[in-house]
């Protein structure tokens, strides 16, 4: 299994959560875990998501989650796990 890891960060409003998840579904990429808080009126989310079938189209996928982050107005990411943890591994 190939994963990668979304954040979504930005002023909370209604539908995020639901756009995303929707965005994903459409995709057909299962989401493994999520996980998300709104602090002091900001919206943070990190989900854990399988793309196995996606490695033809990682760019796609990239491109669009950014252009649904602009159109939610939340910066929305998606990275590789392994790229991840090796950016987070001192």
Do not use: W
Not at 2 to 16: E, N
Not at 58 to 74: H, M, P, Q, R, W
């Amino acid at each position: 299994m190939k994963r990668a890891v979304i954040t979504v960060v930005g002023k909370d409003s209604v539908g995020i959560i639901a756009k995303v998840c929707t965005y994903l579904a459409d995709k057909s990429i299962n989401i493994l875990d999520i996980s998300q808080t709104i602090v002091g009126g900001f919206f943070n989310m990190m989900m854990i998501v399988d793309v196995t079938d996606h490695d033809d189209d990682y760019k796609e996928i990239s491109d669009g989650v950014e252009a649904l982050g602009e159109e939610i107005n939340c910066t929305v990411k998606i990275q590789r796990e392994e790229i991840f943890d090796t950016m987070n591994r001192i």
